[in-house]
């Protein structure tokens, strides 16, 4: 693939690059911490990557992170995995959290938005008071350090205040959004084993209520850990019995008290998808949590205390944790709950407006869907707070950096970032000093040592390869939850490369230092040697206004052949005849590759997704290779699972 795209899409002006944070953070930290003066991000990144110890130390010099102990040293073992960072150190990460309530307690530190799109705000002063109330009963719950509690709850302030309230008292949160169905909960929280559970009745979607009262009494009986559980009437139903009324754990006017905990002291669990087996448990530190997020909406996202930050995110994705640490930059974070696109495409424009929002994220399939359905963001919508425009959840195709840019702004900031649930972060993506190059990200992250590897391990540049990182992060997880020995910790990320992250994506480092993001290196087409990711595909072939979604599989044949059907989803009132199948096959010919022409093209009934959004690509790869259903997908994981019977007919009537 061709890496040769001279002119940037969007160049920062001076000024914006002068007044930076990052900008900042550099002229600091080389008068205080020896990094380069010159050089500007590149020189910056080097020496994050080369003086991991004076990085990071800088940084937390530069956030004044308050340790309740001091450290011995910023990395007392940086072995992969079992890193130590800041050993000796305690703090707490919703202190931090609310720091901005002592200088700026009118203000607004979260605004509230459902489906009707009018904000409406939460003062940092009353989530400072919420949370010391509640976590004052938590305690009286005998909830203490390392217990878990757990939040069945929709992207609500109660949420936010929960999660906080659970980290000052050094207790572990976990949460799943209110459409995961009882049994998807029960594989994440049953590992964990939850003392208590905070719960709506049920959720708002699409201009209809979805009553959960069933599924929370379900959650109830099969979690046998919980001492209590926490009601919080969403829909204005009455607390069912046995529950604690949330209004009246809320009340007291409560100074918080926040339990100083060791650096590497659990602070949530997230989930993977769970596609294949029951989800893993990743378990994230305070410490690790709090310095990666300040070095990356402080720095990367350039947040601060004048700016609102919204990202279309549920509770069951990373993103809404990596949202509600927009406050530790004393930003304004916009809670939207309900659908992205009611009651019309351009309903998270609206909310962007509405809440005059700076930095918007949302995913790329978004993106996409508001280009195919002619959405025209600036004509309708007054975005001119919003500064950058970020995404993520699969690559931004180059036509969606090309909208961006025609329909929002000229001058807009487009950061397509990539990362992942395993360090709750962004390896590579959004540097307000750096130009934008279309289809791709613009840098890998300050402290993070991105390389693209081939089989043996050799760095490549401007050929795609393995997404390793070399040196740890401190928010890699500490360990997985049931996971004594580590074994499946290990074999997650560094059997394929000892002591390296391997991570499972395709990824080239152009010689100038962005990065393009390919897909999923375990469901990556290769044909005849020729390696391309699934994204390229897809790309290409929902540009076609009568394809509404595509998925792609590579799947390798007993007899040594390899079988490489698209599916492809229909748009209404479209037939999938010889003139659409040649004009899709001619697309991938013209634009990518013949050698990736697909051997079929097959209508589906639908495309399957994780829960988060994501395409189900490895267990259809499996089930089209025979694998048992049981087998080859864990049913809790999948948005629609009688979808995946098609795929298993088709594997049954092939010869």
Not at 45 to 72: C, I, K, L, N
Not at 609 to 628: A, M, W
Request: hydrophobic content about 35%.
């Amino acid at each position: 693939m061709s890496t040769a795209n001279p002119q940037p899409l969007w160049q920062p002006d001076p000024e914006r690059i002068e007044r930076a944070r990052i900008t900042r953070f550099q002229t600091w930290a080389a008068d205080h911490h020896g990094a380069p003066a010159d050089g500007g991000y590149p020189a910056l990144h080097q020496w994050s990557v080369t003086e991991p110890e004076s990085f990071w130390r800088a940084v937390t010099e530069w956030f004044d992170v308050r340790f309740g102990t001091p450290y011995a040293r910023v990395l007392g073992d940086r072995s992969m995995p079992g890193a130590q960072w800041f050993p000796g150190a305690t703090l707490n990460y919703a202190e931090h959290a609310l720091r901005a309530a002592a200088d700026r307690p009118d203000d607004a530190a979260l605004l509230r938005v459902d489906e009707t799109h009018e904000p409406r705000p939460v003062t940092w002063s009353e989530l400072r008071r919420q949370v010391g109330s509640l976590a004052a009963h938590l305690r009286d719950l005998g909830v203490r350090p390392g217990d878990r509690v757990s939040g069945y709850l929709p992207n609500i302030p109660e949420a936010v205040v929960a999660l906080l309230a659970t980290a000052a008292v050094g207790a572990v949160w976990t949460s799943c959004a209110p459409d995961f169905g009882a049994r998807s909960v029960l594989d994440r929280f049953q590992q964990v084993e939850p003392v208590v559970l905070f719960t709506v009745d049920g959720y708002r979607y699409g201009g209809k209520e979805h009553d959960r009262r069933d599924t929370v009494a379900e959650l109830r009986r099969e979690l046998p850990t919980l001492r209590a559980v926490v009601h919080i009437p969403l829909l204005g139903t009455d607390t069912p019995e046995g529950a604690l009324d949330w209004s009246a754990l809320t009340a007291d006017d409560t100074e918080p008290v926040f339990e100083q905990v060791p650096f590497d002291h659990p602070l949530w669990v997230l989930y993977s998808s769970g596609t294949t087996g029951l989800p893993k448990a990743i378990v994230q530190s305070q410490g690790g949590i709090l310095v990666e997020h300040l070095k990356q909406l402080g720095l990367h996202c350039d947040l601060g205390p004048e700016d609102r930050f919204f990202w279309y995110t549920s509770t069951g994705w990373m993103m809404w944790n990596f949202l509600v640490s927009g406050l530790l930059t004393g930003t304004t974070i916009v809670l939207y709950d309900g659908s992205p696109g009611y009651p019309d495409t351009g309903a998270q424009w609206r909310v962007a407006e509405r809440t005059r929002t700076t930095l918007y994220g949302t995913s790329a399939a978004y993106v996409m869907a508001c280009r195919k359905a002619g959405v025209h963001p600036a004509r309708d919508f007054d975005l001119s707070t919003v500064q950058c425009v970020a995404t993520t959840g699969s690559p931004l195709p180059p036509d969606g950096f090309r909208w961006l840019h025609d329909e929002v702004r000229d001058d807009l900031w487009i950061a397509s970032v990539s990362g992942g649930t395993d360090v709750c972060s962004c390896f590579a993506g959004a540097v307000p000093t750096l130009p934008v190059y279309t289809g791709e990200l613009q840098a890998p992250s300050l402290g993070t040592d991105l390389q693209s590897w081939d089989a043996s391990g050799k760095p490549l540049v401007d050929e795609v390869g393995e997404l390793v990182v070399t040196n740890p992060m401190p928010s890699m997880p500490i360990r997985f939850w049931n996971d004594p020995d580590g074994s499946r910790y290990r074999e997650s990320y560094f059997e394929t490369y000892p002591g390296v992250w391997r991570h499972g994506d395709w990824i080239t480092l152009t010689s100038r230092g962005s990065v393009i993001i390919h897909g999923r290196s375990d469901s990556t087409l290769n044909r005849q040697g020729v390696r391309m990711g699934s994204a390229d595909i897809y790309e290409v072939v929902e540009r076609l206004p009568e394809i509404k979604e595509s998925l792609v599989i590579g799947v390798e044949q007993p007899d040594g052949g390899y079988w490489m059907p698209l599916f492809v989803h229909l748009a209404p009132d479209t037939v999938l005849d010889d003139s659409l199948r040649d004009r899709i096959k001619k697309a991938i010919r013209e634009q990518l590759s013949p050698r990736h022409v697909p051997d079929e093209i097959i209508e589906v009934p639908g495309v399957p997704h994780t829960l988060t959004g994501k395409r189900i690509e490895v267990p259809v790869k499996r089930l089209l290779q025979g694998t048992p259903l049981d087998k080859a997908v864990n049913p809790g994981s999948i948005d629609d699972l009688t979808l995946l019977h098609f795929y298993e007919e088709l594997a049954r009537k092939r010869p």
